[in-house]
C-alpha cells in the first residue's frame, strides 16, 4: 500500500553528473540536480531531478521515470535495491559506474540516504 506523505517534509538537493561509459575523456556528461524527499522515519520516499531545459526529451523520460521510483518508494522498496537493479559498467558495484541517467541519479540519492543516516 503507498504511503501517505506529509504536506511539508525534509528534502535534499545535491548536483550529480552522468557520463556515457562509451564516452571518450574530456566529455563532460549531463548534470543533474538531485531534489530527495524524506518520510517522517528519514526513508526516502521521492526522488526529483532538474536538468536541461523544458521540452527536452531526456527530461521527460526522467521525470517519468522518478515519478515510478518515488510510487516504489511509497509502496515499500528500499531505494538501495532499486539502487542495485541498475546497470553498471563492471559486475563489481563498488568499482562500476552507473550506465544510465537514472541510474547515477538514484546512486546519487542512496549517498544521500546514506549520509542522513550515519
Known amino acids: 500500500m503507498r504511503e501517505r506523505l506529509p504536506n511539508r517534509r525534509v528534502a535534499l538537493r ?4 552522468w557520463v556515457p561509459p562509451d564516452s571518450p575523456a574530456g566529455v563532460a ?3 543533474f540536480h538531485v531534489t530527495v524527499g524524506f518520510d ?3 526513508r526516502v520516499c521521492e526522488i526529483f531531478q532538474a536538468s536541461h531545459k523544458t521540452g527536452h526529451e531526456l527530461r521527460a523520460v526522467l521525470d ?5 521510483v518515488s510510487v516504489a518508494l511509497q509502496s515499500g522498496v528500499a531505494l538501495a535495491d532499486l539502487e542495485a537493479s541498475m546497470g553498471r559498467t563492471t559486475r563489481d558495484r563498488d568499482d562500476g559506474q552507473p550506465t544510465s541517467p537514472i541510474g547515477a541519479i538514484l546512486a546519487a540519492a542512496a549517498e ?4 542522513v543516516a550515519a
Open 112 to 115: 544521500i540516504e546514506r549520509d
Open 40 to 42: 517522517r522515519d528519514g
Open 29 to 31: 556528461g549531463s548534470r
Open 64 to 68: 517519468d521515470a522518478l515519478i515510478a
Open 14 to 17: 545535491c548536483p550529480t553528473t
